[in-house]
């Protein structure tokens, strides 16, 4: 017989019997169906209640931002596994999440937990007298290890991502421009007098700032990124079954990158 | 040099400059981002214009349906990849997508197929002058191939899935009851007098027939599933970040799993 | 408390305690490490024992098979993945072989499937006195319903796929040239007969001949390929280390994709 | 028209016409199949070059070393993800693979990595005199990070793990054993003396210097466990179809976990 002791294993997300389903403490079919957005239900799913009409506002700006932004990387990956699997859209769209990871989408993560690290959380925030101070020592700090500021810089959106100064209008807006967004918006300033380089505060690191001031945990920025994408493949395998490309990339791509070597090619 | 005739290569998701980005024709920071809800994006994703306000309704409701059915095994699937990967947030959700597959998820695809094949679509409407002789017809094929109807019968939620007369309520609501859902709909009421058995129409085949209301291809309808699993699964992580589980299920298991052949074991 | 009645979970994989790893019944330093090589550490994971020289030698062959074939769309999604999230090359590969479905590597899985409906396998046998007349009956089958014959016709590899006399040569070899293969051989030549046409006997249509003489299950077909693949994908990101390409797949795409659209392009 | 200038593509890995198929310069039918391992056929395609009888013999023991450890989070992933996708084999290899992150398999990665700053590689060696100071070093380094020493440590295999010997008996044999196992065993050895704990070297330890020692990058380290793990992952599915435990273990825990808020349990 195992001898290993168990420890109770337990959830609050939902529960169903034979003639109810019930999401986070409210009835599906009464409560959610008809009254929440995709949306609200993602801030139901995270933060456990639902969104005030201000936070409704600002977290779908924030989950909009990154459903679309035309041919990325991962576009291509959900329609090339489509070619290969079309019987299993849900993998398509598996396969070209997993390339959310650093290079794109991990530096919403990278600003928020920067930002919580001098300012805190609601429920553990951190005293900090003076951000122009704190913005210098994050600066000084990334260029002594020669790493990049996460939310900082963009190769194409420059000298302005023109989605931050919506974002923070929003933020505005609703009632959420707080220390967190100061604080980046400093640390931006300081990264391009420090280097004597134009480098825009990014979307991701308007995120980043903005879920800090949502309160919401910087291992949870990538989710964000994570849950509006999905939303984007989809559409991109709509746009793939009325115009298919894949194939056409990848015959491209074979044809050429062998072109050196095959015996039939002069 | 290779000799392959390319062909072009189009794309119409949305492009983007230095100072601009553009999603299905409206620039993102002034016409999206504040305005449009993540559901309402999706829409837009998929058809290219912004939903009318009764459209918004229940499409948000169908995407709200699968959000969250508690602690499924695509939800033990997103866990568990976490634990042993939690730098990738991103591949713990493809993760639990990659499990979306026929046996709990693609009866949606299945049902909006089965009644576009008899009603077509707004493209390509089908006449059909008699649904009941229809749905006679669809039940009497899936009998004597002995295979099950998409939509039809659930083992939990039974006599009715408390999804289904909400959604169908919501789409009279908005002006979206038609001869789909109508079709949908003696097809559970004959499968029930042929069998002798209690069939509910679960949610998926109310998914499925909504999703023809509203004339989508059913080639997405796992999509609807797709985007809005994507959201509760991030929802799962946040609990996991309060509430770890997976390492407990895992040991769990392989206690019991080995319990029989280990020689430290009575 | 919960009501559910538990029935017992056992696995017979493998066990581990503090000082000792057991994998199907061998000890894994002492009995595996030095002494079996990958394939036929595959052998002995899904048929319990370690293989023949001579099963060594024609497994080994199956799972090379389709290890490398160039720049296809599985290689492109791993090296687009590796681009996004280069710190998580697992999720690269798992994006590679997310795109194996049917389109590609499902049709030995197919074939295999049509072989052991005829002649069963070694557990439960089928009698077959006129395998001609199988084989006639099988291609008349899928010509009246129109659909392609799994593992028959090639795009590129014809009249013969260089792959399949090969394979056949060396089940003849290792004394696993049987009747599935033959029924297969016959399949192709009457398939080539009744529709007038080229339609070589593929790759992927030995494969899953050699898996029934090998008693594989036909649900297992698809694993041989994905075995075979990961190793194949992790190759290509070794390549993409030393000269990658991905980058410039992408921005390719993306520049011609939205050519049309951009107003920086005249 | 678009008017970024594009670089060529090219790639090494191999080609095929209508009558031959090439893999990193071998004729595939001909030089291959029949000819090489799965496990040798992996080194082909990392080095470029077939390997010799105690390159295979080594290689082949690192592959195998990971292939299975049992009940591991990864096979409950691939397991429950077949559950609901059964169609998609690929799907659920891929999504057990996902989890080969930082907490169970990026160890080896990391021990090789800090191997490989101190040693460099055969392209690039570094000098270093004093191996046991080296040591010395890097544990002090990592003391003072408060961060664990990747490759050292064992949670249940101690106070040796038993592949670590076997392994590097393995690489004495066939010639492998250098200075990168060395350091690394000092390593092992400073650690222990330092933090006054048991520490073993474990498996993924012993591996990141074998793969030093046999001049692999250490960004390709996961990619051994990746090769391993989806050979191992295709045997769990193997045994879920003759003994399936997905079910169970799924309902278990929603049962449980749900429990305490359920209407319908006392």
């Known amino acids: 017989m195992p001898r290993r002791k168990a420890t109770p294993i337990r959830s609050d997300m939902g529960w169903s019997t034979a003639d109810r389903i019930s999401v986070k403490g409210l009835d599906l079919p009464s409560e959610i169906l008809g009254h929440l957005s995709l949306g609200d239900m993602a801030w139901l799913e995270i933060k456990g209640v639902r969104p005030t009409p201000a936070e409704s506002r600002i977290f779908n700006a924030l989950l909009c931002t990154l459903v679309e932004h035309g041919m990325t990387p991962f576009a291509l990956v959900t329609r090339l596994t489509y070619l290969g699997a079309p019987e299993s859209l849900q993998a398509a769209v598996a396969a070209g999440l997993s390339g959310l990871g650093t290079t794109f989408a991990g530096t919403a993560e990278g600003s928020a937990r920067m ?44 000298p302005v991502d023109p989605r931050t100064p919506r974002l923070f209008e929003i933020a505005r807006e609703t009632g959420f421009y707080g220390r967190h967004i100061e604080l980046m918006s400093l640390v931006q300033q300081e990264a391009e007098r420090a280097s004597g380089k134009v480098l825009p505060l990014n979307a991701t690191g308007a995120m980043g700032a903005i879920l800090c001031e949502l309160d919401i945990d910087w291992r949870l920025a990538r989710g964000i990124a994570v849950m509006g994408r999905a939303v984007g493949l989809v559409g991109h395998i709509a746009e793939e079954l009325r115009n298919p490309i894949a194939k056409e990339i990848y015959e491209r791509v074979e044809d050429e990158a062998s072109a050196h070597a095959r015996p039939d090619v002069d």
Chains 1, 2, 3, 4 share one sequence.
């Open 115 to 158: 930002l919580q690290a001098v300012l805190g959380t609601r429920q553990a925030p951190k005293a900090c007298d003076d951000l122009p101070a704190a913005a210098r020592q994050i600066v000084a700090d990334h260029r002594a290890r020669r790493a990049s500021i996460p939310g900082i810089g963009h190769p194409v959106h420059k």
